[in-house]
């Protein structure tokens, strides 16, 4: 038995939950199934929303589990084809304008559970039926295991998991962390600490490099195609597919049987940059 609480709940480091979450996820839901991907028509979004709300109120938002998110993942399952998975890493903007043009083409957030959940907060405590709009735990400073990142770590497991043919990767390559190969040397050396005692979260923020590449089934993708891209009037490249971070990327997948292959700024991808940039000489040869 739960009994109101005398005092407001702990106070967290991070943005509190989004307003009107759940009327968000019932929209989205229903935006999703009914207007953009009617072949989800099926889909019971009273269900689903349901059962996100309840993957995370009344818990301690320090102790989320993939558990949590069972149902919700069973709920919303859904078949993407062969050859159209696009995973994306320091790139959000750019790989989403490339999959709206290219219909056929899918990150995690043209997917049903990517697109409802994209952009949007959410946490409960253990003591009430309520969500907390005042503030949730930050990864960083209050906990790595709450309901937000252990939402997109789980998600995004399953996209790679159900990822098949040839998939695509954009990478960023005016950042320093293009992709971040001490994620995945977590992985590569069992005895690598996973949570370093000196830094105890240094490049645990990338997703794609610490879960997704570990997630592809060797013998259902045949090859990741990795685009990495530059900021047009960007000063500075960090990384091309020339450089050290790439080799790793390559290696990590040749241990794995998956082919790579790397092409610096990808035609069709610079050209959604040039539509910003028409100007610019890169966009005028
Ligand atoms: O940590 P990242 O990128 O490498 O994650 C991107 C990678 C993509 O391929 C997606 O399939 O992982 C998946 N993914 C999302 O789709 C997603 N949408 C929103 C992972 N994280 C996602 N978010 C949130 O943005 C989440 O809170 C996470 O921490 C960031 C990831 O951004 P990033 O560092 O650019």
């Keep these: 038995l739960m009994w109101p609480r005398a005092t407001p709940p702990r106070a967290w480091n991070g943005t509190g939950s989004t307003p009107h979450f759940s009327e968000i996820v019932l929209g ?25 709300t309840n993957a995370f109120l009344s818990k301690d938002p320090c102790h989320s589990s993939e558990q949590d998110y069972q149902l919700l993942l069973k709920l919303t399952s859904q078949t993407i084809p062969c050859h159209s998975s696009v995973f994306w890493s320091k790139s959000t903007q750019l790989a989403h304008l490339y999959t709206r043009v290219r219909q056929d083409m899918f990150t995690l957030e043209d997917t049903l559970i990517g697109y409802i959940a994209d952009g949007l907060n959410w946490c409960g405590d253990a003591g009430s039926y309520e969500m907390n709009y005042q503030s949730c735990p930050h990864w960083r400073k209050d906990c790595i295991n709450n309901p937000v990142s252990v939402f997109w770590d789980t998600v995004s497991k399953r996209f790679a998991e159900n990822a098949c043919g040839e998939v695509q990767v954009v990478l960023n390559g005016s950042v320093s962390n293009t992709f971040d190969k001490n994620s995945a040397s977590a992985y590569l050396n069992p005895h690598w600490p996973r949570r370093s005692v000196l830094n105890p979260v240094s490049s645990m923020n990338n997703t794609f490099g610490r879960v997704e590449i570990h997630n592809l089934h060797p013998g259902k993708v045949s090859v990741l195609k990795a685009w990495v891209m530059h900021d047009i009037g960007g000063v500075y490249s960090y990384h091309t597919c020339s450089s050290p971070i ?22 069709p991808i610079k050209f959604l940059q040039c539509v910003k940039s028409p100007e610019d000489s890169s966009c005028r040869k």
């Design 28 to 52: 989205r839901c229903f935006t999703y199934t009914q207007l953009l991907r009617p072949e989800l028509g099926h889909a019971d979004c009273g269900q689903i929303g349901k059962a996100f």
């Design 246 to 267: 790439i080799d790793d990327l390559k290696f990590i997948l040749s241990k794995r049987n998956i082919s790579f292959t790397c092409e610096d700024d990808y035609r």
